[in-house]
């Protein structure tokens, strides 16, 4: 019997963030914004940006949480933005059609002329993921830099999403997440990569690597950390999911 050739995985376009890393700077926030001000579909636009009160959409925000107790308490820098999800709740409740998954490199976008700015897409989303503009009504969100990846205008090195390119902890990385031997697919493969609360069973396509266990003194170096997937618990949400990744280290 002949064997049929082996079919190449689907592409997925998606970014790994380095928790032990990331040092929450910021500087992937205000290059993102500073980007998407005049990038794809449309510019961010701000209310009063240079008043008293500013306000507007941002497509990528950087928390910080305190996790753990006592010697394992930690301060960690999260990144969050669209994670580009498989099975993505905001296209399935859009009513017009404006949020869609691109089937060839698995990339989650907005159409601004057919969204309406319901924000059923927003409430859907259980990672806070999308913001609505104020000033066009429309919804927007992290597009991963369509607009540079794919521009043959611009040096090659800089064909790179707008918050990696600016990292200067190098806390982000960009690739295919569909390829196995990708560098960021054997990055995950390597560190431990997450899901954000695969509980929820979306499935998104960026990953995050986890903090490292601290270091102790008296040792030459560090032990690379090889951790079971996080199992679900009473506590849900970022925070649960940040407390049972620190509880294995």
């Avoid at 049929?4 to 963030?17: D, N």
């Avoid at 290059?31 to 579909?41: A, R, V």
């Avoid at 999800?85 to 060839?104: D, L």
């Avoid at 040792?219 to 997937?229: H, K, M």
Wanted: with cysteine; glycine share 10%.
């Amino acid at each position: 019997m002949t064997s049929l050739p082996a079919q190449p995985s689907a592409k997925k376009l998606g970014l790994v963030i380095d928790l032990d890393t990331c040092v929450g700077c910021q500087a992937c926030v205000v290059n993102c914004k500073e980007w998407n001000t005049g990038g794809h579909p449309a510019p961010l636009s701000d209310v009063e940006p240079y008043g008293a009160r500013p306000s507007g959409a941002w497509l990528n925000r950087v928390h910080g949480f305190e996790c753990g107790e006592g010697e394992t308490a930690r301060v960690v820098h999260f990144p969050k933005s669209c994670l580009h999800c498989e099975q993505p709740a905001c296209v399935t409740v859009c009513p017009t059609g404006a949020s869609y998954k691109r089937t060839a490199d698995g990339i989650v976008l907005v159409d601004e002329d057919r969204c309406i700015g319901c924000g059923l897409c927003a409430w859907a989303c259980p990672y806070g993921a999308r913001e609505m503009d104020p000033v066009v009504n429309v919804m927007k969100k992290c597009t991963l830099c369509v607009d540079r990846i794919y521009n043959d205008t611009i040096a090659e090195a800089e064909r790179l999403p707008a918050c990696v390119r600016t990292c200067p902890a190098s806390a982000r990385h960009f690739g295919d997440l569909g390829d196995p031997d990708s560098a960021v697919s054997r990055l995950v493969a390597e560190r431990g990569g997450y899901d954000l609360m695969s509980e929820m069973g979306y499935r998104p396509t960026n990953k995050y690597l986890p903090p490292r266990p601290r270091r102790d003194a008296s040792t030459a170096g560090p032990t690379p950390a090889r951790l079971e997937p996080a199992q679900p618990s009473p506590q849900g949400g970022l925070l649960g999911w940040l407390d049972r990744v620190l509880s294995q280290l």
